[in-house]
């Protein structure tokens, strides 16, 4: 096994040279502090067109009626769409270096984890890869989810609590588990 691991050329993050324009990098450094002064100290109910608004400001596509908590911390707003009566819950973590696309009526609960980035691991250098996650309208994505870069959510889909999701989940179905496996067929009743 030793002979193997010698004969592979080694990852050298010496050589890492992936980096955001100077603007991206002042946008986030002007995001960062009106996220510390304007967003987040603003986490009351009667705030949710407030903390809309600055989202907008900042190039966000936030739908009518979507709320997104004051604890939420958002990487890129301007790499963030909300369609409308959406919820991003407390304390979920939007690191969207790549587009984060979020479905109507669609529920992201606490402390889930959305990452559209990732590394390609096949390359010496481990360069930045950016990979949108879409996620469908009437989704439900319960507490501590994770959902990996380039993942798509089908429309109407529920994703477990603490489920890790590394694959497409299909329309109207429930996943949950790690990785997230298929659990049965969502049905609604009236």
């Known amino acids: 096994m030793s002979e193997i691991i010698e004969e592979k050329e080694l990852v050298d993050l010496s050589r890492y040279n992936f980096s955001f324009s100077l603007s991206n990098k002042l946008g986030r450094l002007f995001w960062n502090l009106c996220y510390w002064i304007f967003f987040r100290p603003f986490n009351l109910d009667l705030f949710k067109g407030w903390r809309r608004f600055i989202l907008r400001s900042f190039g966000a596509k936030i739908g009518k009626d979507t709320c997104v ?48 980035s990732s590394h390609d691991f096949t390359i010496p250098n481990f360069p930045l890869i950016l990979k949108p996650i879409q996620i469908g309208n009437q989704v439900w994505i319960a507490a501590d989810a994770f959902i990996a870069p380039g993942v798509s959510i089908g429309e109407g889909a529920v994703v477990g609590a603490k489920a890790a999701v590394f694959k497409n989940v299909d329309h109207w179905t429930v996943v949950g588990g790690n990785p997230a496996k298929f659990i049965k067929e969502r049905e609604l009743h009236t």
């Open 69 to 116: 908590y004051a604890s939420a911390k958002i990487w890129a707003p301007w790499n963030l769409e909300m369609g409308n009566y959406s919820c991003m819950g407390p304390k979920v973590d939007c690191y969207n270096q790549g587009k984060i696309i979020i479905g109507n009526q669609t529920s992201i609960s606490q402390k889930t984890y959305l990452c559209a």
